[in-house]
């Protein structure tokens, strides 16, 4: 939490950023992409061409839009033949609504529109800035609204070039930032990304890479450490895909694999305080075998290892 004294700092950011949002994407323009209609009411021409049926009700909970003002709104887009209704058979009081043809003629070419100037917003961008964006934009709707996304599905890949200091740098920022531990950290994950690269064994190692709408969101390895024994390595999920079981997904991956390649156990090494992590171990069947004190990272920890039978 924000403390009292940071706090007027960090609202006129806020506010700052959301002029210069407004600004580049036009929203202070008469007519909304040079339409006759406002911003409001394409927003719910969007909802209607993007959903079966809806009732009023349902636009209006989630674009958080005043129920009278929608109704005023929808009455507008009847008298133009733009949308029509027809009764719920569930609920009398409910009305089914849909966009005419008339209605899709006058949207589809909007959202074409949009679609077009935000092409050309990226495209002044190179990838990598445009990924940058991309995940910047989805970390600021997680964190405000930390729910998880129903169009951006979460895929694994395997490891490319530019993955390994992607991962070390997301290691280094996010335990500073949640675990307050310092750059001995960083430098212990990019020897164990550095080794894992220079001795990579394809047959038997594995690096998975989560990625959302082509950002990087999460990693996990597993590497070998005997000719029975795997060791399962860096699990990290970023702060926007948590929640929607990416972290169990990625751990059953690395057993599935080890399995696989013929190992009989797996093996990791963590900490007593990364709670989230060895709920997500001990739900896998991994099992706790050793503690010990460990002075690093800028802290007094209990380092801990589990093991998994396969």
Same mark, same amino acid.
């Given at each position: 939490?924000?403390?009292?004294?940071?706090?007027?700092?960090? &609202?006129?950011? &806020? @506010?700052?950023?959301? !002029?210069?949002? *407004?600004?580049?994407?036009?929203?202070?323009r008469k007519g909304y992409l040079g339409s006759p209609f406002s911003l409001a /009411?394409?927003?719910?021409?969007?909802?209607?061409?993007? !959903?079966?049926?809806?009732?009023?009700?349902?636009?209006?909970?989630?674009?958080?839009?005043?129920?009278?003002?929608?109704?005023?709104?929808?009455?507008?887009?009847?008298?133009?033949?733009?949308?029509?209704?027809?009764?719920?058979?569930?609920?009398?009081?409910?009305?089914?609504?849909?966009?005419?043809?008339?209605? !899709?003629?006058?949207?589809?070419?909007?959202?074409?529109?949009?679609?077009?100037?935000?092409?050309?917003?990226?495209?002044?961008?190179?990838?990598?800035?445009?990924?940058?964006?991309?995940?910047?934009?989805?970390?600021?709707?997680?964190?405000?609204? $930390?729910?998880?996304? /129903?169009?951006?599905?979460?895929?694994?890949?395997?490891?490319?070039?530019?993955?390994?200091?992607?991962?070390?740098h997301l290691h280094g920022a996010l335990y500073a930032a949640e675990y307050g531990?310092?750059?001995?950290? /960083?430098?212990?994950?990019?020897?164990? &990304?550095?080794?894992?690269? /220079?001795?990579?064994? $394809?047959?038997?190692?594995?690096?998975?890479?989560?990625?959302?709408?082509? &950002?990087?969101?999460?990693?996990?390895?597993?590497?070998?450490?005997?000719?029975?024994?795997?060791?399962? @390595?860096?699990?990290?999920?970023?702060?926007?895909?948590?929640?929607?079981?990416?972290?169990? @997904?990625?751990?059953?991956?690395?057993?599935?694999?080890? !399995?696989?390649?013929?190992?009989?156990?797996?093996?990791?090494?963590?900490?007593?305080?990364?709670?989230?992590?060895?709920?997500?171990?001990?739900?896998?069947?991994?099992?706790?075998?050793?503690?010990?004190?460990? @002075?690093?990272?800028?802290? *007094?920890?209990?380092?801990? *290892?589990?093991?998994?039978?396969?």
């Open positions: 939490m924000l403390d009292n004294f940071n706090m007027p700092q960090h &609202v006129e950011s &806020v @506010r700052g950023f959301n !002029r210069f949002y *407004t600004r580049q994407i036009g929203l202070l /009411e394409v927003r719910v021409l969007y909802e209607l061409a993007h !959903r079966k049926r809806p009732v009023a009700s349902e636009i209006a909970l989630d674009l958080d839009m005043d129920a009278g003002y929608l109704s005023r709104l929808l009455a507008g887009f009847e008298t133009r033949g733009l949308v029509t209704r027809s009764a719920s058979p569930a609920d009398a009081r409910q009305s089914h609504l849909a966009l005419t043809k008339r209605g !899709r003629n006058a949207f589809l070419p909007l959202e074409a529109k949009s679609r077009k100037e935000i092409a050309a917003l990226l495209h002044r961008l190179s990838t990598q800035d445009q990924a940058r964006l991309v995940h910047a934009m989805q970390t600021i709707e997680s964190l405000l609204d $930390p729910k998880p996304s /129903e169009y951006a599905p979460l895929r694994l890949r395997a490891h490319r070039p530019g993955d390994m200091g992607w991962v070390v531990w310092n750059e001995r950290f /960083e430098a212990l994950v990019a020897g164990i &990304v550095a080794k894992f690269i /220079e001795n990579f064994d $394809p047959q038997r190692e594995r690096c998975w890479i989560a990625e959302r709408s082509g &950002v990087n969101v999460g990693s996990i390895f597993l590497v070998k450490k005997s000719a029975t024994v795997a060791k399962l @390595r860096l699990l990290l999920v970023d702060p926007s895909a948590r929640g929607q079981g990416l972290g169990k @997904r990625l751990i059953d991956e690395c057993i599935q694999f080890a !399995r696989a390649a013929g190992y009989r156990k797996v093996e990791l090494w963590t900490q007593s305080t990364l709670y989230a992590a060895r709920h997500l171990y001990k739900t896998a069947g991994f099992e706790l075998v050793r503690k010990s004190s460990l @002075r690093d990272f800028g802290h *007094t920890l209990t380092s801990e *290892t589990w093991e998994l039978k396969l």
